[in-house]
């Protein structure tokens, strides 16, 4: 856990150190969030605060790599490489849309890129890809063909890579939920590492805690008012780590080994908790594709129905609403977490108990705060 808490304080030292200057560069490159019509902030905004994260998951890879448990192992290592390479490609891409605005197409070729990094790896310095590897299917643990991994890998980079970006639109929001989420996967990924004596949850471990490390540099520059956006630069870069954090647990790791009696359950957990833990921006990006295919425009075609806007539309500030929105993400992902540490029927019962009261109490605040909202008017 030292190592691990080392690497931790590297990225938030590095990127919080980094950001400042990243923020210059921006405005000296004109790289600054405009006010449109969609958009909640009420001053032009610079980007680039992706570019600090990316240096400190850079320096937090790099001492990691020097420390004698971390660096123990080979694969732990390789992954690490990958994901960081991965990791700067579609940082790139972001800065470039940050700068000139990329279309959507575009920024989707730019994560398929990413993604091919990701899962082939350096094959010519002998250096394999991360790449899902095993699934669960009807009570069985099935080995995947090479291309389905492939293909599985690449879609999850996907989903995750917009639903960060979708869930982006208030200061601290995005980092905020990342670094909930992440926490809950690192605190998972570490159990399975102590107490199952697994290499590969090192992986995933490194990774979380390494994002809860860059994030937690970035957001007091960025809690509102923000004085630096992350752009897409950034949104993309979290949502690549999370999903090889989720690849690294979910689809290297060969659930028999855990035993008989926990393998299939260990082997669903790693895939439902990231789905939990990232729940809103996941809902989000369902509901805002949905609705925009009902009206007939390209489900990428922005808009002001986020989740978010409609906190703000209710009556809830722009703090209350990111407050409200990072209870619900702490609620689900550490509620997964501790089924996953703990399955049992108490268990259950008492995150099922938590999850109804804070529903009843989000609404009932929810309907005074609009009320509130409607006198004022």
């Not at 989707?108 to 010519?124: C, E, K, N, T, Y």
């Not at 995750?160 to 996967?185: M, R, Y």
């Not at 992350?230 to 060969?254: K, P, R, V």
Request: proline share 4%; net charge neutral; hydrophobic share 55%.
């Amino acid at each position: 856990m030292f190592e691990y808490g080392i690497v931790f304080l590297i990225g938030v030292a590095v990127c919080f150190t980094l950001t400042p200057a990243c923020r210059s560069l921006a405005l000296r490159t004109g790289a600054v969030a405009k006010i449109r019509s969609r958009d909640i902030h009420s001053e032009p905004t610079p980007y680039f605060g992706g570019l600090a994260m990316l240096g400190g998951l850079g320096a937090a890879y790099l001492i990691a790599s020097k420390m004698p448990f971390l660096s123990r192992y080979p694969p732990v290592t390789s992954d690490t490489l990958v994901i960081l390479a991965g990791a700067t490609v579609i940082c790139l891409i972001g800065l470039i849309d940050d700068l000139f605005e990329l279309n959507a197409l575009m920024k989707i070729a730019g994560q398929i890129f990413a993604s091919g990094i990701l899962v082939l790896g350096f094959p010519w310095f002998g250096i394999e890809g991360v790449r899902m590897q095993w699934l669960p299917w009807r009570g069985e643990i099935i080995t995947l063909p090479q291309s389905a991994g492939i293909l599985i890998t690449v879609f999850v980079v996907f989903l995750c890579t917009n639903a960060v970006n979708l869930i982006d639109g208030l200061d601290g929001l995005a980092a905020g939920i990342v670094t909930i989420s992440a926490s809950a996967f690192f605190i998972y990924a570490y159990w399975l590492t102590v107490e199952e004596g697994l290499v590969r949850a090192t992986t995933a471990a490194l990774v979380t805690i390494a994002m809860c490390g860059i994030c937690m540099g970035y957001l007091p520059h960025n809690f509102h008012p923000a004085k630096i956006f992350m752009g897409d630069s950034g949104a993309m870069l979290l949502g690549l780590l999370f999903a090889a954090s989720t690849i690294s647990l979910t689809g290297q790791i060969d659930p028999t080994q855990l035993g008989e009696t926990q393998s299939l359950f260990a082997a669903y957990i790693p895939l439902i908790l990231p789905l939990i833990a990232l729940g809103l921006p996941f809902l989000d990006m369902f509901v805002a594709y949905t609705r925009r295919t009902w009206k007939g425009v390209w489900w990428f075609v922005a808009d002001k129905q986020h989740l978010h806007h409609r906190l703000l539309q209710r009556g809830h500030s722009h703090m209350g609403a990111v407050a409200l929105m990072y209870s619900w993400t702490a609620l689900l992902a550490f509620s997964a977490m501790f089924l996953g540490l703990f399955p049992s029927a108490i268990t259950a019962t008492i995150v099922v108990i938590a999850i109804v009261s804070t529903l009843v109490f989000v609404i009932v605040t929810g309907r005074k705060t609009t009320l509130e909202a409607e006198e004022e008017i």
